[in-house]
């Protein structure tokens, strides 16, 4: 893995102005994915910015009956949280069942909906790959793609 910077960002608008510093820059919150695409070489920030403590690791209700999930909950209290098991029990059960114990204790709610595709090719550097480089090729449309299917295509 390439050597970085680490830098805690005590503000939204440090970390913003830092970020715009920085040319190869990326925010860093629980680091799941952004981390393992660090070790495989797909991404290679010279400096990570911590925005964890930035945002809400709170789960509130909502006066309309809804719940608004702070970017930084960790999966592990998203569906551990009481209201979440009682009035959602199938998004409890789906992290649940989305990664071992250790990553959820981690991974936030934010970074899952920022998280990076999962395809082969995207993590294999040494292949083409428009998400990774725009205009580059996908090797997935000609290559050994039987197991990229979702939902059982």
């Known amino acids: 893995m390439k050597p970085f910077r680490y830098a805690r960002a005590d503000s939204v ?21 952004l981390v393992d695409l660090m070790k495989l070489g797909v991404t290679t920030p010279d400096t990570l910015i911590d925005v964890r403590r930035l945002t809400s690791d709170r789960i509130e209700e909502l006066p309309n009956g809804g719940l608004r999930v702070g970017a930084a909950v960790t999966n592990s209290d998203l569906a551990a949280d009481r209201t979440v098991r009682r009035r959602y029990p ?3 059960r789906a992290v ?4 071992s114990g250790q ?7 934010g970074g899952n909906l920022l998280q990076r595709t999962r395809c ?6 040494m292949t083409p790959c428009n998400k990774r480089e725009p205009g580059s090729g996908c090797s997935a449309r000609e290559g050994y793609h ?8």
Do not use: C, W
């Open 13 to 33: 608008s440090s970390a913003v102005a830092q970020f715009l510093k920085e040319p190869h820059a990326a925010f860093l919150a629980g680091g799941t994915n």
């Open 90 to 92: 199938m998004l409890s």
């Open 96 to 99: 649940l069942s989305g990664a």
């Open 103 to 109: 990553l959820r204790n981690l991974a936030t709610t």
């Open 120 to 125: 082969v090719y995207f993590q294999d550097v």
């Open 146 to 153: 039987r197991e990229l299917a979702i939902l059982g295509a």
